[in-house]
């Protein structure tokens, strides 16, 4: 495919203006990666902002604000900056309804687990809006100038990209795992986007860092990032045996265990998560086990260290209200149940103390691991194990019977998949959902949505923490004058309790 002009005409243009994009370009300025993609016309090739290469004349650049639309319009990736490397674009708006529909169209189809085991559809994603077909098409292709399946063809590309440079997986594992039915479809795609087959695309780059009974891979975010207060607020909640964090001035990383069932199998094994600042990168290295599941760990590390956020969306908004807290993310999960069951333990009571309690479930319940790491050597206590945990057992852990309740409750509605706990997830429904359930309140349930369903908007009104950063804990009604000051963060009052509990 050739890029023409008139394709160009047609394409969505970046959140910012074409000249704004060129200065950014020429600054080779991260804190713009992933919000932009530029063509080069002369070369046929698109790039990140942050690409190394010599900067191309203005006349011979083109601006897109989606990998797939610069694909869309017949550029290939440069194989220097690897656009699959660059932070994905999470926006949100509270007004524009089509802007909304799209961008979590979008949302749904950058989210493997929001589809189980079946292949999502424009079928399934109008279903899961409660739109028609004609509809999502229409609104998706409007906003970002590319239809739904192309939209999800170039994810599924980049992340074959992404596993091409990056480890030695056969070509029928990495087209498989990257969601192509077919390796003939998987070489055709490539041939047909990149005009080279996957073979060739390998050999063209650098030869992958390889560690004996791992697979090492980089994820790009953009700055500011406080890496010391996200690794400090990691090592105050950290489980031995599970976790550990090092961010000592010469390493800024952390480790854990981890498993996943996918399709009915069980995957399990551990992963290192490495921050280069002066890159602003994470080398993630991952244990040979979870090679099946990579894109999913991949995706899931993301969420945990909120790679994806966009501060130049989020700063303005909170800036004036939270001055000192710019570079804040949202801690994720790698487990939305575990993040769950955590949650249940730490209502009302400190974070140490929670900490304490999780410590013994684990002791307790976690099934036995190997890693080359002395300090990871458990798992936490899957779904299955706690939702047959006895009141007894769980009382002779200190946790009391409230909160008993509570986990069972939670664990059996994993166990029988009427709660799914991911970024993927309906944020509503699974929010009344938990509210049902024995010993999960308001507060529970809005913690769980911020940090496992990655819900931006997420508030805990009745925090009685947030209550004392924002001065309101000696009144009757803190918890109605914590919601009225928030409706000024809209729509990002996950970051604004992140920045509130941060302050104390």
Not at 61 to 87: D, I, K, N, S, W
Not at 191 to 208: E, K
Not at 268 to 292: H, K, Y
Request: charged content about 20%; overall charge positive; some cysteine.
């Amino acid at each position: 495919m050739t890029p023409t002009t008139a394709t160009h005409r047609m394409s969505i243009a970046p959140p910012i203006s074409d000249d704004a994009c060129y200065l950014a370009m020429q600054a080779r300025d991260a804190r713009f990666d992933g919000r932009f993609f530029t063509a080069v016309t002369s070369t046929g090739i698109y790039c990140r902002p942050v690409c190394k290469v010599r900067c191309p004349k203005r006349e011979n650049c083109r601006f897109f604000g989606h990998a797939a639309q610069a694909e869309q319009a017949g550029f290939r990736p440069c194989l220097r900056c690897r656009p699959e490397l660059a932070p994905h674009s999470v926006v949100w708006s509270i007004q524009d309804a089509s802007y909304i529909l799209a961008h979590q169209a979008a949302r749904l189809l950058d989210e493997p687990e929001a589809w189980g085991d079946a292949p999502p559809s424009v079928q399934a994603l109008a279903a899961r809006l409660g739109i028609s077909d004609r509809h999502v098409r229409r609104i998706f292709e409007a906003q970002f100038g590319v239809s739904p399946l192309q939209y999800l063809q170039t994810r599924r590309l980049l992340t074959a990209k992404q596993l091409l440079a990056d480890t030695t997986l056969p070509m029928t594992q990495v087209a498989f795992i990257s969601g192509f039915g077919s390796l003939r479809r998987f070489n055709a795609a490539f041939v047909a986007h990149y005009g080279l087959n996957p073979v060739q695309l390998r050999r063209a780059g650098a030869a992958p860092v390889v560690e004996a009974g791992s697979i090492t891979v980089k994820l790009a975010y953009r700055p500011p990032y406080d890496v010391d207060t996200m690794l400090a607020f990691m090592a105050k909640r950290c489980i031995n045996a599970i976790e550990f964090v090092a961010n000592d001035g010469h390493q800024n990383c952390t480790g854990r265990t981890f498993c996943m069932e996918i399709g009915g199998k069980r995957h399990t094994g551990w992963l290192l998560a490495s921050f280069d600042a002066t890159r602003c990168q994470v080398a993630l290295q991952v244990s040979d086990s979870l090679r099946e599941v990579l894109p999913l760990v991949i995706r899931r590390m993301r969420a945990v260290l909120d790679l994806d956020a966009d501060p130049s969306a989020i700063n303005p908004v909170l800036h004036a209200s939270f001055p000192a807290g710019d570079g804040l993310r949202v801690p994720g999960t790698m487990d939305g149940f575990e993040l769950a069951v955590r949650a249940v333990l730490g209502q009302q009571i400190t974070v140490a103390a929670a900490r304490t309690l999780a410590q013994r479930l684990v002791d307790r319940f976690g099934e036995a691991i190997e890693t080359p790491f002395p300090t990871l050597n458990r798992l936490f206590p899957t779904a299955g194990v706690l939702a047959q945990a006895s009141g007894d057992a769980l009382g002779q852990l200190g946790i009391v019977k409230q909160r008993q309740a509570a986990i069972v409750a939670i664990a059996q509605a994993v166990v029988d998949k009427r709660l799914q706990l991911h970024s993927g997830a309906d944020v509503p429904q699974t929010v009344a959902a938990l509210k049902t359930l024995p010993g999960i309140g308001d507060w529970t349930a809005q913690y769980i949505a911020m940090r496992a369903l990655r819900w931006p908007d997420a508030f805990p009104a009745g925090d009685v923490a947030l209550h004392k950063a924002l001065g309101v804990q000696g009144s009757k009604q803190a918890a109605r004058e914590a919601e009225a000051a928030s409706q000024a963060w809209k729509p990002w009052r996950s970051y604004a309790v992140i920045r509130a509990w941060t302050t104390l």
